[in-house]
């Protein structure tokens, strides 16, 4: 499978941002998990938010109520809309992907092994 992350940009804190992902040669269509990661300057790799192929989606506390994940199935595309961004949320953002994977329920740890991943696009927020 490959995925491409496109739409990191430099934007004012307060700004919006949507990130896309382009999936192809991905064939699992019914059992899958897809998120969204990312890493800071200088820290660790981060899940973000986590959808399933039912639509359930988990997602971190500093981004509840501002980042919301969704898919097109038609146009095979994994979206990361960002609101309300903040200096903190910069990074480079990673999509990913995994087969035969669901999410357990609302507010469930996000899955950190994921079997594919895109190469990333930069997000800089400014104050």
């Known amino acids: 499978a490959q995925l491409v992350e496109s739409g990191g940009d430099s934007v004012q804190s307060g700004g919006s941002l949507r990130l896309s992902c382009a999936v192809s040669g991905f064939t699992q269509k019914n059992n899958y998990c897809m998120g969204w990661f990312r890493r800071a300057p200088g820290k660790g790799r981060e899940g973000v938010e986590q959808i399933d192929a039912e639509g359930r989606t988990n997602y971190i506390d500093s981004v509840k109520g501002r980042f919301t994940i969704s898919q097109d199935n038609a146009k095979n595309t994994l979206y990361l809309q960002m609101n309300n961004v903040e200096p903190e949320d910069t990074g480079t953002y990673y999509c990913?992907?995994?087969?035969?994977?669901?999410?357990?329920?609302?507010?469930?740890?996000?899955?950190?092994?994921?079997?594919?991943w895109g190469q990333g696009t930069q997000v800089t927020i400014t104050s």
């Open positions: 990913s992907a995994e087969p035969w994977c669901h999410i357990l329920r609302p507010g469930a740890p996000l899955r950190e092994d994921y079997k594919y």
